[in-house]
């Protein structure tokens, strides 16, 4: 049995009446818990596999804001940031905590931004042990003297079996995660998701940091190499954030969240990692494969009755994830900081096959490419989705951005011109062919790329005898890349087919055009110059 003889606290000044306090359980402990209550079982990598119920991600349009004095003139309102009504927060708010009083309670007191000067400390009161110990896991942990004048700011209430009544309450459904700027609480309902806490957190800080600490957050991974270089690398899901980042010649910062200060360092926002593991190999990513031990949780994989786990099966979802402290990488930047930022990566898995698998951007290009975040989503994983269909969330992470996104992109032009640093834009996806046709980029070349990107292997400079400049795209792709066939620069080449090339890669840019349609009244000359150029026929 698990030993449960810690210190505990009062949860009476949250509303939270007459429950028995679990109290900064250690990781063991947590693990020991979920398996005794019949919540998860320990896979033969001896962590923790747990099945998240009906939700197996985030559900975008059950996330709201409070629209209150704070909030109402700051944030971007619309479908991504939906407006909920103060009063009626308050009183589902009531809902909940009279709902998790009288139960079993697991409290952990942790903080965001490994910066000191950003520091923001988190209460996270969770109604299950694994969900209090994927807290454990993603953020950053206090030590024992830090805990003795703990003071949270912030609050995450997470009860995934309270379901809401959504006519009464003012919610979409019975599941919602509703932010609250004045009284600095993420609540949290009817889903068992656990990215819904790191994600609320993190949109949190989105708001914070640009507004009142005049620093960009990102939804970005980063590493730092033995010259002191730090490397950033934004992509939406499934394009290789995670993987890339975590590179063994090079110190991993964090893989999902961090901020860009005035004095031009980069710090992590987390204290682990949430990788995706659909199709994990230990030949392909041998860091995040190592990182699967006792310690971490492994989310709605297979896995047969002697604990052994099939990354391929996807039959409970596409979204199979595992969460496990950052120190489960050997190779990590401690403390999680990184200067002297040299390199950006906007990475996006094209499943046209169009775009070229590397491309230098000019400060234009830069900017466009990340209001526009492009990726795709391939045939098969979404009902209804029968060829390649262009995906755009701005930002790289349109569903915690609470502001205009063209603010947090004029944060990162300024970021760029002060520091010089190259931008590149990387396509993991398809080559030679859309989906169906043609293949997935391998690994190991676009680490070439990036490789050769981050140790001066590409020129710096754009001309004509370093870079071919795109004609339906304007991207400069170089024409040269150590390690790389020559055939693997341009896509156009490798189709064989100068017509379906063309005809696929205008259809691309003409969807670029219309999804950047309701940013132009808000971008400047330069932005507006950076997307693909109108041709005229």
């Not at 309450?169 to 309902?189: P, Y």
């Not at 024409?479 to 017509?499: K, T, V």
């Not at 969807?511 to 132009?520: H, P």
Request: aromatic letters at 12%; proline letters at 5%.
């Amino acid at each position: 049995m698990t030993n449960l003889e810690t210190k505990t606290i009062s949860l009476d000044s949250l509303g939270i009446k007459s429950s028995t306090v679990r109290y900064q359980l250690t990781s063991e402990e947590l693990h020991g818990l979920t398996i005794e209550k019949g919540q998860g079982k320990e896979s033969a990598f001896g962590a923790i596999a747990v099945n998240t119920g009906e939700f197996t991600g985030r559900s975008p349009m059950d996330r709201f804001i409070v629209k209150d004095e704070i909030t109402k003139d700051q944030i971007w309102w619309g479908d991504i940031n939906i407006p909920f009504d103060s009063e009626k927060f308050d009183k589902l708010y009531d809902k909940v905590t009279a709902y998790l009083s009288d139960k079993e309670v697991f409290v952990r007191d942790s903080y965001a931004c490994a910066d000191e000067d950003y520091k923001l400390n988190i209460r996270v009161v969770n109604e299950y042990p694994w969900s209090n110990m994927f807290a454990y896991n993603m953020f950053l942990r206090p030590t024992a003297e830090e805990l003795k004048d703990f003071s949270p700011e912030w609050t995450v209430i997470n009860a995934p079996g309270f379901m809401a009544d959504a006519e009464v309450d003012g919610t979409r459904q019975h599941n919602f995660a509703i932010l609250n700027f004045s009284r600095k609480v993420a609540l949290i309902g009817g889903t068992g998701y656990t990215g819904e806490i790191k994600k609320g957190i993190f949109s949190a800080l989105n708001f914070i940091l640009p507004v009142y600490k005049n620093t960009l957050p990102m939804h970005c991974s980063a590493n730092v190499g033995k010259d002191g270089d730090t490397a950033i690398f934004f992509g939406l899901s499934g394009t290789g954030k995670t993987t890339l980042s975590t590179d063994p010649n090079r110190s991993l910062i964090g893989d999902d969240e961090h901020g860009w200060t005035s004095e031009n360092t980069v710090f992590n926002f987390e204290g682990g990692c949430y990788a995706k593991v659909i199709d994990l190999s230990q030949e392909k990513e041998p860091e995040i494969y190592g990182a699967i031990k006792k310690g971490a949780i492994l989310e709605n994989i297979v896995m047969d009755d002697k604990g052994n786990v099939d990354f391929a099966d996807t039959s409970i979802t596409q979204n199979t994830r595992v969460s496990y402290p950052i120190h489960h990488i050997e190779n990590i930047r401690v403390p999680s900081i990184g200067k002297n930022p040299k390199n950006i990566f906007f990475l996006t898995a094209d499943a046209f096959g169009v775009l070229p698998p590397i491309s230098k951007l000019t400060p234009g290009q830069a900017a466009y490419h990340f209001i526009s975040g492009y990726t795709a989503k391939v045939a098969g994983t979404e009902a209804g989705v029968t060829e390649p269909l262009p995906s755009f969330s701005a930002c790289f992470g349109a569903p915690f951005m609470p502001l205009h996104p063209t603010r947090y992109a004029e944060m990162l032009s300024e970021k760029m011109k002060e520091t010089g640093v190259n931008v590149w834009l990387v396509n993991t996806g398809w080559f030679a062919g859309p989906y169906g046709v043609g293949n997935r980029m391998k690994l190991k070349y676009t680490r070439a790329m990036i490789e050769a990107a981050l140790t001066g292997g590409l020129p710096e400079e754009i001309t004509y005898e370093n870079y071919h400049i795109h004609s339906v795209f304007g991207l400069a792709q170089p024409r040269n890349c150590p390690g790389i066939p020559s055939e693997l620069l341009s896509q156009r080449q490798a189709w064989n087919n100068d017509e379906g090339y063309y005809k696929t890669a205008h259809k691309l840019a003409d969807s670029f055009r219309a999804n950047f349609k309701k940013f132009e009244e808000y971008a400047n000359e330069e932005i507006l110059a950076g997307g693909p150029p109108i041709i005229k026929k």
